[in-house]
């Protein structure tokens, strides 16, 4: 065999990445130079995939330059099996290089790595949510928190929450999913709020709407208050006048916050 020691890859393993849903004829990217040198100028290099292209995504191609013939791998220009992420993450790829004329055989081992586009909707979960709060609730209160996810990596994977449509009741978070009460609540004028939330990915605008994004209904239910009646919170006696037996009884009486006013105030007892 003609200088076949010199028969060899550059390297034995090789590692390389590809962008998942890439389109047909789209190449693999490695930072080492994958193929042979070719110490004789008369060889005729051929490579081709022997294992691990189950699903038959990938072509090798040969690409001479001066001495060094490359190896080069890319998506099928019929590509009907996408590349996805999710469903699997890499390829282990046994190549085989031949020089027919000197019988000539070589192998490497190309791990192709599926890099994560951001292809994912988010989704909720739960998918919706139902909460009850009392129309007494304190301004900015925490009310609910959504939540949602999806199989990206990454920033790919976070996400801004908005209201779909504004509300002046109700304010969220835009990234821990957090609602809070924004405007005085009034169980009279409307006892439930209909809203919906959307999770738009971080690395697409809110302005792009669902479109990229997913919604979830969110209910609040508002519940009257409890109405206390008012108390009488302290007596405080007191001799106004020394010069007289009297003595001034100073009553403070609590309405509660129910804004009520007292009309009055009467002895039901102990005056005998």
Sequence with gaps: REKGSAWHFTHPLYNATIYENSAPKTYVESSEKM????????????????????????KTEEYVVGNFCFLRIRTKSSNTALLNREVRDSYTLIIQATEKTLELEALARVVVRILDQNDLKPLFSPPSYRVTISEDMPLKSPICKVSATDADLGQNAEFYYAFNTRSEMFAIHPTSGVVTLAGKLNVTWRGKHELQ??????????????????????????????????????????????????????????????????DSLEIVGGDF
């Design 35 to 58: 193929g042979i040198y070719l110490i004789n100028p008369q060889w005729a290099v051929r490579y081709r995939i022997i294992s691990g292209d189950v699903a038959n995504v990938f």
């Design 197 to 262: 939330v959307l999770a738009v990915d971080r690395m697409r605008k809110i302005s792009e709407g669902n479109g990229f994004g997913n919604l979830a209904a969110l209910v609040i239910h508002v519940e009257p208050a409890l109405r206390k009646p008012p108390a009488i919170s302290s007596v405080v006696l007191d001799a106004l006048d020394r010069s007289e037996d009297a003595t001034y009884a100073t009553v403070m009486v609590d309405a509660n916050s129910s804004g009520a006013d007292v």
